[in-house]
């Protein structure tokens, strides 16, 4: 079916990453799409993170819209609220009046909304169906289905209510589906994982991409990419890494993030007398990330808890093994051996060992690349569109 003449509007917490490339690779498909991104809440971040790192959060929020698809409108919403359990729940009414109002404000017209994430974008969502008659598709990630509905009863009940007004619910992982079985759901559902970009993410010649980069080039390189926060397990890696050196010299663990565990794992670093051997750099532009990944002998993902972990595709896209932990997303991921390892998470040693065996190892970089051709924005993005037709009115 054709959707050249259908509006889409998407309602989303970031315009980044996996979101921003869904979105680009299904905007060819539609006549026009609104995407309103909620900005990251102040109140929120200055409660829990020290005034000098709202920096990163405000350079997070800026959308870079130069090189935007022309039929592409990103919109963001601000949006305050209180950092308690009573101002999330206040969230989803609060969300969805702020973009009822540039809905009317900017004359959006939209036959189709996608939603990211339960609450509160799927809260937006499911009350813009029943105001303007619309389908609705909603995107379970992680948390919004993993936890917020079995905090209490509140809590279980309005999720289950955006789910079951959704005309259908994607989950990126098959992890999700046992706890959205639970809740009594009865919309519809499919697991459609998010993807990568291969006209960006293809392997690279690694000694090039080491020159460009200032890094040695006889060196055995890990690389991690991911916000510096407690559930991406940054200091099981840096403990790791402690295990590691005391077997291998010729190491460098390069960390590229930033976040409120920034300062903390500097200290552990130090402490660890690791200075030598781990480095922790700013946030990089998504576009970089292919030369940092093509330079690295090895992708490390420690998290604690993923909804599905797109790095380690990009990662596996250019060719590179991983090791990843048992964290919802990565099991999903991670099926052979002849694409890397999984642990258990909280486990350094158990980290240290894989990481060793990997870079003991020689390993077809091509059959890694054409395992990860499966999550290919351009298939994934078909999977969408089967869902939009399903629900097209």
């Known amino acids: 079916m054709d959707f050249k003449n259908r509006r889409l509007l998407m309602i989303l917490h970031s315009y980044a990453n996996f979101t921003k490339d869904q979105i680009e690779c299904i905007a060819p498909h539609f006549g026009y799409v609104d995407v309103l991104v909620r900005y990251a809440p102040i109140a929120e971040i200055s409660n829990f993170i ?26 963001l919403v601000p949006l305050w609220y209180l950092p308690t359990d009573a101002g999330r729940k206040a969230l989803g009414e609060k969300h969805f009046q702020a973009i009822d109002r540039l809905i009317t404000r900017y004359n959006i017209e939209f036959d189709v909304v996608h939603a990211h994430f339960a609450w509160s974008a799927g809260y937006v969502g499911a009350r813009l169906k029943e105001k303007y008659g619309v389908p609705l598709v909603v995107t379970a990630h992680r948390y919004d289905v993993t936890e917020l509905p079995f905090k209490d009863e509140d809590w279980r009940c309005k999720i ?11 989950s990126v992982s098959n992890s999700n589906i046992d706890y959205i079985k639970r809740l009594d759901v009865y919309a519809p559902w499919v697991v459609i994982p998010n993807g990568f970009r291969d006209r960006l993410f293809y392997p ?3 000694l090039e991409c080491r020159k460009s980069l200032g890094l040695p080039p006889e060196a055995k390189i890990i690389l991690n990419v991911a916000s510096l926060i407690p559930r991406k397990g940054h200091q099981y890696l840096v403990s790791a890494m402690q295990l590691v050196t005391e077997r291998r010299g010729d ?13 903390k794992l500097e200290k552990q670093i130090v402490r660890s007398g690791l200075s030598s051997h781990i480095k922790l750099l700013d946030i990089k532009p998504h576009h ?15 998290s604690l808890e993923e909804s599905f972990g797109v790095v380690q595709v990009e990662a596996m896209a250019c060719g590179k093994p991983v090791v990843a932990t048992y964290n919802g997303g990565s099991e ?15 486990n350094p040693g158990l980290l240290a060992d894989r990481s060793l065996a990997v870079l003991d190892k020689s390993w077809d970089a091509a ?3 054409k395992f990860a051709q499966q999550f290919r924005w351009e298939d994934i993005t078909k999977r969408i569109k089967g869902v939009y037709q399903t629900v097209r009115k």
């Open 50 to 75: 020290p005034i000098n790192a709202l920096k990163p959060f405000r350079r997070a929020a800026k959308i870079d819209v130069r090189d935007l698809p022309s039929n592409i409108r990103v919109t």
């Open 160 to 170: 289950r209510y955006v789910l079951n007004t959704a005309d259908y619910i994607i």
């Open 204 to 206: 690279q010649d690694t």
């Open 251 to 263: 190491v460098i663990c390069i960390i590229v993030g930033d976040g409120p565990l920034k300062r």
């Open 288 to 302: 970089e990330l292919v030369t940092w990944m093509n330079a690295c002998d090895l992708f490390v993902l420690p």
């Open 332 to 346: 999903e991921v991670i099926v052979s051996e002849d694409v890397g390892y999984l642990v258990e998470p909280a």
């Open 367 to 369: 059959a890694i690349n």
